[in-house]
């Protein structure tokens, strides 16, 4: 579809371009035009039809966010097991009960989770969770952009079974793609962290993983192999080809050193890390020394929402109180670590920013709310007063999957709320 947005303040988040006010085309499924606005007589002039013309009425056009860490299934869990740390909660609580979950839940309960991503501004996933042929599957025919990054622990699946996800949910769909991952060091032992590491040398892969997410998890680690995740992970060669880690809220001066050495991203995930009181990741130093920062919203079992607002809300005022100084974080830089970064760590660069020949993933924010008033400085009021009511469309691949309220993914909210309820009914 030819869709052209006119009338728009537009925010490229093109590195050294300003917010301007101009107008945005699409066609097809990539961006053909972002720049000044123009007349209907040049728009025909220059031989352009279009099947839909937005008139924004002075709202911003954004690049969508991107989610950099979640695991989508864990819907079912929300405000299921709140109040717990983080290994007695997943070995208590969640393991017990995703042992139950069929394929088919994971599909239904990550639909649930893409309505939330909609309303969010959210445009493309980083997810982990089981049954990944069902989620690409779920996210492939809802129109949700996913990179899938493999748990694989030592229950399951076997290495074998790694490897052919790996080579088989790479390349099947424009909107779905696999990288290679496994949940965590503390639930991998060093025989299959070695064969992860060939794999990653077989096909120059990077790697993804939870790291450094609370001081137990680091000190178990240094207990058992004298190193910190990071360093041992990389000691068996593990980040050779890059990747990046989920949390990283402590990570050691050794630790930092690998991170720049192998190109790391470092994904923050402020609400879940304050909500099971995990700690808060040294952002203002890892993006001073170059490490490239994305944010996550962790899983809806942990957070519990999936709501990039809060996250970047959080994300500048953690880093305000852990550095005790309150201009450590700009709006700019939280909107960057949003998007642009974000897309650079899940290896989605063609959908970082709004330009010609970029993938239209563009979300449209309302700024005729209350929140958003007066306009004195747009990416300050994103960060510091916007929220998810100021979501009025999201488009992904060229489509508008959620228009003011209205969803556009093949089934109803209702139909997807009603077999949730279903599932959560059956394993509960």
Known sequence: MKIRFKNARILTMVAGQDLFEGELWVE????????????????????????????????????????????????????????????????????????????????????????????????????????????????????????????????????????????????????????????????????????????????????????????????????????????????????????????????????????????????????SNTKLASGIAPVRRMLDEGINVAIGTDGPSSNNCLDMFREMFLVSGLAMLRENDASVMSGMDVLNMATVNGAKAMGLFDCDVLAEGKEADVIMIDLNQPNMQPINDIPNNLVFSGSKQNVKMTMIHGVIRYEDGRFNIGMTADEIYREAKEIQKRLF
């Open 28 to 271: 097809g499924s990539v961006i053909t035009y972002a720049g000044a606005s123009m007349t209907d007589e040049e728009v025909k002039a220059a031989g352009k039809e279009f099947e839909r013309t937005i008139d924004c009425g002075g709202n911003l056009l954004m690049p969508g966010f991107k989610d950099a860490h979640t695991h989508s299934g864990m819907t079912l869990m929300r405000s299921y097991a709140d109040g717990l740390p983080l290994q007695e909660w997943l070995e208590t609580k969640i393991f017990p009960l995703e042992a139950k979950m069929t394929d088919d839940d994971c599909a239904l309960l990550t639909k649930l989770a893409i309505l939330e991503y909609l309303t969010s501004g959210i445009t493309s996933i980083m997810d982990m969770y089981l049954a990944p042929e069902a989620i690409a599957k779920a996210c492939e025919e809802t129109g949700m952009r996913v990179v899938q990054v493999s748990g694989i622990n030592k229950f399951g699946p076997s290495i074998e079974k790694f490897e052919e996800r790996y080579l088989k949910l790479n390349g099947r769909h424009p909107l779905s793609s696999y990288m290679m991952g496994f949940h965590a060091e503390y639930t991998c032992d060093r025989a299959l962290l070695e064969k992860l590491s060939d794999l990653a040398h077989k096909y120059n892969a990077p790697m993804f993983t939870h790291n450094s997410e609370t001081r137990r998890e680091v000190k178990e680690c240094v207990d058992r192999y004298g190193m910190t995740p990071t360093v041992f992970l990389d000691s068996l060669g593990i980040f050779d080809f890059g990747g990046g880690g989920y949390h990283c809220c402590y990570l050691s001066d050794e630790d930092f050193e690998v991170f720049k050495k192998r190109g790391l991203s470092a994904v923050t995930n402020p609400g």
